[in-house]
């Protein structure tokens, strides 16, 4: 069984074996792990020498000590040697080496739960190295951990992959860190617009603005007061995104354009996610509410409430009773046209399409496992029926905002 280490060095090996020694000492580890060029392995050699009966070692060789990304890969096996040992607590020492090799190690290390030390001091020689004697060693904070840049960079990826309830995972680690006073307003509030997003994103028209409406201002103000102008940007493009889910609300229960905008969007980004069976049944439903839309926008017929019909086609009331398919709404709606002399029309144009092209795309969605068959959707079978949909005028509303 692996033997379990308190504490695991990570040293970058230069020329000079005496802040080496001293960080050793320090930091009195159970296990170290030099990463030395050829020209350097002389030192870590002499250390192992001197040490080797108390300490477990490990030694990887640089072929080129200024190729940062040579030095990248040895600090990333350095990591995983240390985690085969079981390592409690990994301390990567940055003094010895090149400078491409100390930065090498950060940028290999950061993130990944390491501790950085440095071995300086004031007295130093000719040569700007630190006498023996008046070292110092320095335990330097990882950057990543105090700004919460790991789980920032999950949040990003989260969001912009429309996955909130991921993104509120991720947020929530960050507010469980050390924070300033605005930081954490800053995340709770952005925390309840992702909230209202998710919301948003499920049809909770209401709950969403609800959300938007308490979160989104102070969000704002608080990234215009840092002057981070990204998230400035996002904000104010989501200001316009909540003007829209009004318009929606407006009218809400309503078939309106403004709605059949959303929905589309909403079934872009399902698809960008390779959901094409969720994207083509929002467009299934997309082409009746094109039609319902413009029957109600030009006049205030609602096709699913015969009360709302005009005298002129009381007499077609009772077909909506028997419309259960697409195909019967869509003649219906064509047919209210016709009575009240209207030619040409979106509700017209879209029948017309369903018997031709429109309706072979659409038997994709019959056939597909989540309607009447057993056949998955492709990624060909969406684009065509969206980009018909785009041929009759139908588009969406804009992408919300990414990171």
Known sequence: MQEQLNTVLILGVGQTLEPLEFALTEHTPQGVIFIASQDSQVVSAELIQRYGEALRFHTLLLDDPEDLGEVFRKGRLALQKALEWEARAI???????????????????????????????????????????????????????????????????????????????????????????????????????????????????????????????????????????????????????????????????????????????????????????????????????????????RHQIVLSDPKSYPQAAQHLAQQIQRATGLKDRLSLAATIDGVLGQSQTLPQRLYAAYLGELGNLLQARHNSILAHGFTPVKQESWEKLYKSLQGLGLEAAPAWPTW
């Open 91 to 297: 301390v990567a020492d940055i003094t010895g080496g090149t400078k491409t090799m100390s930065a090498g190690l950060v940028l290999a290390l950061t993130g990944q739960g390491v501790t950085f030390s440095y071995v300086g001091g004031q007295a130093r020689d000719g040569q700007g190295r630190v006498k023996s004697g008046s070292e110092r060693l320095r335990l330097l904070e990882d950057p990543t951990y105090r700004y919460g840049l790991r789980e920032w960079e999950g949040f990003r990826r989260a969001w912009n992959q429309c996955d909130y309830q991921a993104a509120q995972a991720f947020l929530d680690a960050l507010l469980a860190r050390p924070l300033t006073p605005s930081e954490k307003r800053f995340y709770e509030h952005l925390k309840g617009i992702t909230e209202g997003m998710l919301e948003w994103d499920l049809f909770y028209h209401k709950a969403a603005w609800q959300k938007l409406e308490r979160h989104l201002e102070p969000t704002l103000t608080i990234a215009e007061a840092w002057g981070h102008g990204g998230k400035v940007r996002v904000l104010q493009e989501l200001q316009q995104a909540q003007a829209r889910l009004r318009a929606i609300l407006d009218r809400e229960g309503k078939p309106t354009f403004a709605l059949l905008a959303d929905l589309l969007a909403n079934a872009q980004r399902r698809a960008s996610r390779g959901r094409h069976d969720d994207a083509l049944a929002r467009l299934y439903r997309a082409v009746e509410l094109a039609a319902e839309a413009d029957l109600y926008e």
